[in-house]
């Protein structure tokens, strides 16, 4: 018997060491096939050919047997197989996983395992006596390995990858680095040994079979040829051998732009043509050139480099559309130039000099532009006139001249090209007339620059040919003046002297206008013949006036009026006569007037003058009034009948006229009609008695009322005798209605039922007034009878 513990490892086991182990385990199948053989007597067997952990089983994952896979077996060398040892098994997944006989210690996996969810496991085992529960051995440790297979594909990391490369790259250039994982163990076999291999995308790129990286396989790739390339690469493990499993991606891979391609104009020569009348700035036309580059590199600068068009017209870049946009620099006139040539170059605004020698980048292209005639509106040959016009002008002369011509007919001398008018909004007062063929402006009327110094009127041309084309032009005239106006005061004098004035004393001082305008300024001369006052002229355009006497006396001349003669200086030489009021004052020894003559004042105020016409004025209209008054009042009296409309009273009507019937035509009077009482009395009102408002009554063809008498009586006696009567005479009104009536009652209520009933022979008994009635019922009721 051997006394110290021996691991015996029957199939794949080695026991590296005799003297730990307690254990044996038993692998069924060993891929290695190695030889080894069971001692039942306990030997020690020493294999060292393999570096293989003696404690460790391996198990393949992904197992697809039926029954549950054999690990190994454990074996303790006190098992003498009589089934008292028994082994427990614990640790990573026991009893779950991994499951032991206890009674033969074989070891077996439940389920299936798989490596890439968990490459080992690590477990403990015992031997204990299977009746005592003694532990028979230490625990002893060991590992169960998954074996790996290769069940897992290379993976990229995404389905598609982009990436970029400049154009025209050189061979090599690298791309993009794609690379897959496999999540197979990588230390055991080739499960994971990844080989990259190129399936679509030859012979423009390559990929490098160890790590992935895409480099451009072809020289020159253009993008102007191909922009787009789809790329697939595959990974493939077990180092690209048959039955590796493969993974695949797509790179999308676009060529970039380089500036490589030179602008060049499709036409060598382009024709355009632009009306004389375009505006300075505005487009003739676009011409351009083509550039097979994209964004940037196709972005193109215009130039005008030379022709005789070079400084009329100038070039623009459209940013978006790289056109040449040709524009008018200076106006263009057809009638003087029609035709310009223009020598347009086009360059490339970013140039890469890599690729300069694909050039030239430049090109060059004749343009022609062609000048449109337009039939343009007159031109004048001033704008504006200014005329200027004497004012003492006569009426009918001609004061200037406007001529137009028309552009488009410039060869032609100027005559009878346009028809000129005045507009007539501009001289409202037809001050001014023009001759439509040759333009010749004549006043209509005389000019007085005192009433306005300008006239500024419209002068328009319009072409003969064509009315429609029409030019204004303004015309000013100016009235230059004449010495037509006299000077006189500025404004009205009056003023007074004081009856103890001294001689040589200022009463006044004058100053005077003139509404001409001379050059040189006004200067007036003033001049006064009188032997009581005097003049001194002050040489600035005022005079003072003074008193060349004293002691001046209301009661002798209460009013004295000074004609003073202004005259001007200009030719020719314009005087007038102003008079100046001096009146004559009672004054206190300062000099403040106290008191005027009444008489003057009375005599001098127009003023008064003025009141008493008014006074007068109004006493006229008040006699008027009066007059007027009386005569309504005779025109009212005379027309007592107008009668006013607010009487209420009107609305009756009274009358107790009968009319002689229809043929009685005479009888009958209107007014009567309208107002009986008036006609009879002459009254102003028409009042009417109340009274009369029951009209009368017919006598009752029964005299002798015994009956309603007998009633009343009877009545008055009960009044009479009654003890609550007042004390004074009162009226009580009684209704009664007789009987014996012989119409007997009109009541319905005992009438017969139907008219058939009816007995109407009693109408003929009521009296020739019911005739009428009894003779239509009664020959009703015989007629109905036969
Ligand atoms: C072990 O080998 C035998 C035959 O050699 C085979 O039938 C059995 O399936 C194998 N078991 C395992 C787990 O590979
Ligand atoms: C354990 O092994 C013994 C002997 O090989 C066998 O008789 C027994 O049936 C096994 N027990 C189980 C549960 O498989
Ligand atoms: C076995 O493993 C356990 C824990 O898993 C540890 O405590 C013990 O020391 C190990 N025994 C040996 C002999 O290595
Ligand atoms: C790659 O290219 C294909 C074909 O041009 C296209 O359909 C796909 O959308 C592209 N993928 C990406 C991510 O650009
Ligand atoms: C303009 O025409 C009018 C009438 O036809 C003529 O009397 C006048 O002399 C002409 N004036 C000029 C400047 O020709
Ligand atoms: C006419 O034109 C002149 C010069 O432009 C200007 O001084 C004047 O005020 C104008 N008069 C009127 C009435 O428009
Ligand atoms: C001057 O005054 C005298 C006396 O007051 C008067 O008679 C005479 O008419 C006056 N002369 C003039 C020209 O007013």
Known sequence: MITNHLLLFVVIIIILDSAVPLLTGVSQNDSAGIASSSNSDGKILRRTKRGWMWNTFVIMEEYTGSLDQYVG??????????????????????????????????????????????????????????????????????????HDINDNEPKFSKETFVATVPEMSDVGTMVIQVTASDADD????????????????????????????????????????????????????????????????????????????????????????????????????RIKANDADVGRNAEMRYTI?????????????DG????????????????????????????NAYLDPRFLHMGPFTDSATVRITVQDVDEPPVFTRNPYIIEVQEDTLAGSSIGMVTARDPDNSLLPFRSVCRYTIDRYTDLERLFNIDSINGTIYTLQSLDREMSKWHNISIAASEINNAGQITRVPVFIKVLDINDNAPEFAMFYETFVCENVKAGQLIQTISAVDTDEPLVGHKFAFSLHNPNFTLIDNEDNTARILTRRGGFNRREMSLYLLPVVISDNDYP??????????????????????????EALLLSAGLSTGALVAILLCIIILLMIVVLFAALRRQRKKEPLIISKEDVRDNVVSYNDEGGGEEDTQAFDIGTLRNPEVMDTNKLRRDIIPDMLFPFRRVSPIKDN????????????????????????????????????LAESLSSLESAATEGDQEFDYLSHWGPQFKKLADMYIAKDTGRET
């Not at 968990?118 to 230490?138: M, S, W």
């Not at 480099?305 to 870049?317: A, K, L, P």
């Open 305 to 317: 480099t030379s022709g005789d068009g070079h400084d009329m017209f100038s070039v623009v870049t």
């Open 73 to 146: 077996k454990l074996h303790s060398d006190k098992d003498r197989g009589d089934g008292s040892v028994k082994y427990v098994l614990s640790g990573e997944g026991a009893g779950m996983v991994f499951e032991i006989n206890a009674t033969s210690g074989d070891i077996h996996a439940k389920k299936r395992l798989d490596r890439e969810a968990k490459a080992f496991y690590t477990l403990r085992a015992q031997a204990v006596n299977r009746f005592t529960g003694q532990p028979l051995e230490d625990w002893s440790n060991f590992t169960i390995k998954v």
């Open 706 to 741: 015994t009956d309603v008498r007998d009633f009343i009586n009877s009545r008055l006696q009960e009044n009479d005798s009654d003890p609550t009567a007042p004390p004074y005479d009162s009226l009580a009104t009684y209704a009664y209605e007789g009987n014996g009536s």
């Open 320 to 347: 978006e559309t790289q056109e040449a946009i040709i524009t008018v620099k200076k106006p263009l006139d057809f009638e003087g130039k029609r035709l310009y040539q223009l020598k347009v170059d086009v360059t």
């Open 573 to 598: 030489i314009q005087s007038s006569t102003s008079t100046l009021t001096v009146r004559v004052c009672a004054c206190d020894s300062d000099g403040n007037v106290r008191s005027c003559s009444t």
């Open 186 to 285: 990588e230390d055991y076999g080739n499960s994971a040994k990844l080989v990259y291999s190129i399936l679509q995308g030859q012979p423009y790129f390559s990929v490098d079979p160890s790590n992935g990286i895409i480099r451009t396989a072809l020289p020159n790739m253009i993008r102007e040829n191909r922009e787009k390339y789809q790329v697939v690469i595959q990974a493939k493990d077990m180092a690209g051998q048959m039955g590796g499993l493969s993974g695949t991606t797509v790179v999308n891979i676009t060529l970039q732009d380089v500036n490589n391609s030179p602008p060049r104009f499709p036409h060598t020569a382009y024709h355009l043509s632009v009306p004389e009348s375009a505006q300075v700035g505005s487009p003739v036309g």
